[in-house]
Structures are given as structure tokens and as C-alpha cells.
């Protein structure tokens, strides 16, 4: 079992940076793979980004590559996903989740934990 509390979610105009922390409990948070998603009124939950257990791979959705990078510190039980050129169309509330099995994957279905959640909001 494991927890996750996702922070660092807030307001910020279109083009400027946030930095999303995921705080994980337990003690073999460096098995799993972990990843992040949104989602927005209205619509469903998306795959933003993934990373293996090592943090030795990464891989993003097409709407986020290039701007968005995922992270993580196994010393400190925690996953970041640092945010630049933000755009309007990213405001979502945004997710972290564990996969116990360690496998990446961009499907909601396949990870076993979440976070509660962290709202990002961009003004155009």
C-alpha cells in the first residue's frame, strides 16, 4: 500500500512554470513506476507522463513533450513533473499514480494508486 500526496498545483499565466511534487509513503516507492495525468471539466482522465523505476526512462504525451519533464528521487519517495510554456488548454486538475508492478504504461486502468489531486490553472 502506498499514498500519494500531490502538491504545487496553483494560477499562473500562459507561458510561465510550475513544478508539481508527488509525495509517496512506504517504503518501496522505488519499485514502482510512476506517472502523471489530467484532467479537465468535462473530459477524461489523460496520460501526461511516465517514468520508469530507475527514473532511466521517460516518455510524454505528444500535447506535452518538449514543455513538461517527470522526475523523481528515490532517496526522498518522490516524483516531479516540472512544467514550462504553460498554455491555457493544460489547466486540469492533475494526478500522480503508482504502478506496483513497475511497468510504465499510459493507461488509467493499469496503475493502482492515486493521488488526490493538484488544480493547475494558466490565464491566457
Known amino acids: 500500500q502506498v499514498q500519494l500526496v500531490e502538491s504545487g498545483g496553483g494560477l499562473v499565466q500562459a507561458g510561465g512554470s510550475l513544478r508539481l511534487s508527488c509525495a509517496a509513503s512506504g517504503r518501496t516507492f522505488s519499485s514502482y513506476a510512476m506517472g502523471w495525468f489530467r484532467q479537465a471539466p468535462g473530459k477524461g482522465r489523460e496520460f501526461v507522463a511516465v517514468?520508469?523505476?530507475?527514473?532511466?526512462?521517460?516518455y510524454y504525451a505528444d500535447s506535452v513533450k518538449g514543455r513538461f519533464t517527470i522526475s523523481r528521487d528515490n532517496a526522498k519517495n518522490t516524483v516531479y513533473l516540472q512544467m514550462n510554456s504553460l498554455k491555457p488548454e493544460d489547466t486540469a486538475v492533475y494526478y500522480c499514480?503508482?504502478?506496483?508492478?513497475?511497468?510504465?504504461?499510459?493507461?488509467?486502468?493499469?496503475?493502482?494508486?492515486w493521488g488526490q489531486g493538484t488544480q493547475v490553472t494558466v490565464s491566457s
Open positions: 517514468i520508469s523505476v530507475s527514473g532511466g526512462y521517460t
Open positions: 499514480a503508482a504502478r506496483d508492478n513497475g511497468v510504465v504504461a499510459t493507461t488509467p486502468t493499469s496503475y493502482d494508486y
